[in-house]
């Protein structure tokens, strides 16, 4: 009885904390490159349409907001992001188009989260582990921070939507976690906990991964694999 109960106030948590409606780094869906560091991108046109704004997720070992754009505009098809002289000048995704000067410019934010994402000096600044970089096309008048965004889908040629099987056991986990997938082989796997926060990073070596999760606090979690997630419990 006392662990089911366990499990029914962390079920309430997770219920609460989607409640809320707050996009968080375990929405997002796109994830690129293989360091040890995840950040996220959002890019905001500030258009007026129903999503102006987007998310996607690097794995890095340190860099700038110039190095994240150009990795996720490089990997992104769907994504064009122009640099000229060290400033983001136009950025294309989809329909949505803002281009410099035509009539506005894009500005840069960073934190520690979507709500504390403040102005930052432009795409020097260095993007560290667990930091939001934003862009915001404005007219400075004043200036707009980027609006809470939707995950960017992963395109569908890229890797075929392998949301193949992913099963997770044993669940509760003690020690170690099995996770058996038919993804192609190096897909990151990421585990975040409840507020969001990735808490583990390693990449799937083949259809079955075996990870040691003794390290983490009893509780829910979310585990991605490539495009799939599903929560497990840790014990």
């Given amino acids: ?20 409606g707050q996009f968080n780094m375990s929405d997002v869906q796109y994830w690129i490159g293989t360091g040890a560091d995840s950040s996220v991108l959002v ?8 999503d102006p704004s987007y998310a996607w997720g690097w794995l890095h070992d ?5 190095d994240m754009v150009n990795a996720i505009s490089a990997a992104d098809p769907d994504l064009w992001m122009e640099v000229t002289s060290g400033f983001l000048n136009s950025v294309t995704y989809g329909s949505h188009a803002g281009i410099g000067g035509s009539p506005d410019y894009w500005s840069t934010w960073d934190g520690p989260d979507l709500a504390g994402m403040t102005s930052n000096s432009g795409l020097a600044t260095e993007v560290g582990n667990g930091q939001w970089f934003g862009c915001s096309y404005t007219d400075f008048n004043p200036a707009l921070a980027p609006t809470e965004p939707i995950a960017a889908g992963v395109p569908t040629g890229i890797h075929e939507r392998e949301i193949a099987r992913v099963q997770v056991y044993p669940q509760p986990a003690l020690n170690f ?5 038919s993804a192609r082989g190096g897909q990151p796997v990421i585990i975040f906990n409840t507020s969001g926060e990735r808490v583990f990073l390693a990449h799937a070596n083949g259809l079955l991964t075996t ?20 929560s497990i419990v840790v014990q």
């Fill in 1 to 20: 009885m006392k662990a089911t109960g366990h499990l029914l106030s962390l079920l309430a948590i997770a219920t609460a904390t989607e409640a809320l």
């Fill in 43 to 50: 890019v905001d046109f500030q258009d007026g349409t129903d």
């Fill in 62 to 66: 340190g860099g700038t907001g110039e």
């Fill in 177 to 181: 976690l099995n996770i058996s997938t």
């Fill in 211 to 230: 990870i040691d999760v003794s390290a983490l606090a009893p509780g829910l979690y979310v585990l991605q694999v490539g495009d799939v997630k599903r």
